[in-house]
């Protein structure tokens, strides 16, 4: 018995699919979000970070990295004693604002 689709009910192709596998891809687990989400409020430097979301320095170094490599985040690197590394978005990681904040809604309205 075929049902009818629904049309209020979104379709998944394998096209949809794979694009949501290469977003996973891109910004692997959790902490990726979480370090987006202060990164949007600024550039920060790796204590900054690791401080603010209580993270281990191991878990921390892995996400800055995969963000770095996909083109979501920035490392600039200053010449001081000791060496300073302050991170912030590119305009990539800025364009995934409006996820983050659909994010946010869906969570306001479901998760209480």
């Given at each position: ?8 009910h979104k379709t998944y192709d394998a096209v949809c699919l794979r694009s949501i596998r290469n ?90």
């Amino acid at each position: 018995m075929n049902k009818k689709p629904d049309p209020e009910h979104k379709t998944y192709d394998a096209v949809c699919l794979r694009s949501i596998r290469n977003v996973i891809d891109v910004f692997g687990g959790k902490w990726a979000f979480l370090v987006l989400e202060q990164l949007h409020i600024g550039t920060m430097r790796f204590s900054e970070l690791e401080k603010a979301l209580n993270i281990s320095t191991k878990s921390l170094t892995d996400t800055l990295r995969n963000l770095e490599k996909n083109g979501i985040i920035r490392r600039e690197v200053i010449p001081t004693v000791p060496v300073t590394v302050k991170y912030s978005l590119t305009e990539k990681g800025r364009d995934f604002d409006s996820v983050l904040l659909a994010m946010k809604d869906w969570s306001g309205k479901w998760i209480s």
